[in-house]
């Protein structure tokens, strides 16, 4: 019996050996691919990235005259950084303004929020930077200023870069020859607060109560 089982497990060997196993193998299973947090994270950065527009035609090109200004305000504030105000009080400073000259002040947002909010709220920082910039060393110069809110994004998305990127300050510097489109843009006309002297008239004195009390006791 035990001859008969090694000539078994021999005769099993040799089908094996010249392929007349099991016709129908079990198939092996693929392995998943489990995607980590990180690479699922970098991907959607990817999609986000493809999904975004940049529009270069909105960006503005730097010069002599031109110049563009970030983080001049906080988040739904009207109220310039000092700091911006220094840069742009630096780079008017740098070129001679003894000659009349066109100051346009063209102020952007972010794409947070709706238009008519972005709208109102840009006009309101341009003009208070216009407003600032009323001091001698502008006094012949006209400003114009125009909010543009989030009609002229540069980026199509909202992330840290590009909203940096999009709420910016632009300044131009142009000839008093420049002719500007003044339906668009408001020229900043500096009230003066005119104060009116009182003139105190004269008090009439009214007779006392002694006086009264003897005019009434004559006519009695």
């Given at each position: 019996?035990?001859?008969?089982?090694?000539?078994?497990?021999?005769?099993?060997?040799?089908?094996?050996?010249?392929?007349?196993?099991?016709?129908?193998?079990?198939?092996?299973?693929?392995?998943?691919?489990?995607?980590s947090s990180s690479?699922?994270?970098?991907?959607?950065?990817?999609?986000?990235?493809?999904?975004?527009?940049?529009?270069?035609?909105?960006?503005?090109?730097?010069?002599?005259?031109?110049?563009?200004?970030?983080?001049c305000f906080t988040?739904?504030?009207?109220?310039?950084?000092?700091?911006?105000?220094?840069?742009?009080?630096?780079?008017?400073?740098?070129?001679?303004?003894?000659?009349?000259?066109?100051?346009?002040?063209?102020?952007?947002?972010?794409?947070?929020?709706?238009?008519?909010?972005?709208?109102?709220?840009?006009?309101?920082?341009?003009?208070?930077?216009?407003?600032?910039?009323?001091?001698?060393?502008?006094?012949?110069?006209?400003?114009?200023?125009?909010?543009?809110?989030?009609?002229?994004?540069?980026?199509?998305?909202?992330?840290?870069?590009?909203?940096?990127?999009?709420?910016?300050?632009?300044?131009?510097?142009?000839?008093?020859?420049?002719?500007?489109?003044?339906?668009?843009?408001?020229?900043?006309?500096?009230?003066?607060?005119?104060?009116?002297?009182?003139?105190?008239?004269?008090?009439?004195?009214?007779?006392?109560?002694?006086?009264?009390?003897?005019?009434?006791?004559?006519?009695?």
């Open positions: 019996m035990t001859l008969m089982k090694i000539y078994l497990i021999i005769f099993t060997l040799l089908l094996s050996l010249f392929g007349c196993g099991d016709k129908y193998p079990v198939p092996k299973l693929e392995e998943k691919k489990v995607l690479t699922k994270k970098s991907n959607t950065q990817s999609a986000v990235h493809e999904r975004s527009t940049f529009y270069k035609e909105n960006t503005t090109e730097e010069n002599e005259t031109t110049r563009v200004f970030i983080n988040t739904g504030s009207i109220h310039i950084h000092k700091s911006c105000k220094n840069k742009i009080d630096m780079f008017l400073k740098s070129i001679s303004l003894k000659n009349k000259r066109n100051i346009i002040i063209e102020v952007h947002t972010d794409k947070g929020g709706s238009q008519k909010n972005n709208l109102g709220i840009s006009k309101k920082r341009a003009k208070n930077i216009a407003s600032s910039l009323y001091f001698k060393e502008y006094k012949n110069s006209e400003v114009y200023y125009k909010g543009f809110g989030k009609s002229k994004l540069i980026y199509d998305i909202q992330s840290k870069k590009a909203d940096i990127e999009n709420r910016r300050v632009v300044v131009k510097l142009r000839s008093k020859n420049f002719k500007l489109n003044t339906k668009e843009y408001t020229l900043f006309v500096k009230v003066k607060k005119l104060k009116r002297k009182v003139k105190k008239q004269p008090s009439k004195k009214q007779p006392s109560k002694k006086l009264k009390k003897e005019k009434l006791d004559i006519l009695s």
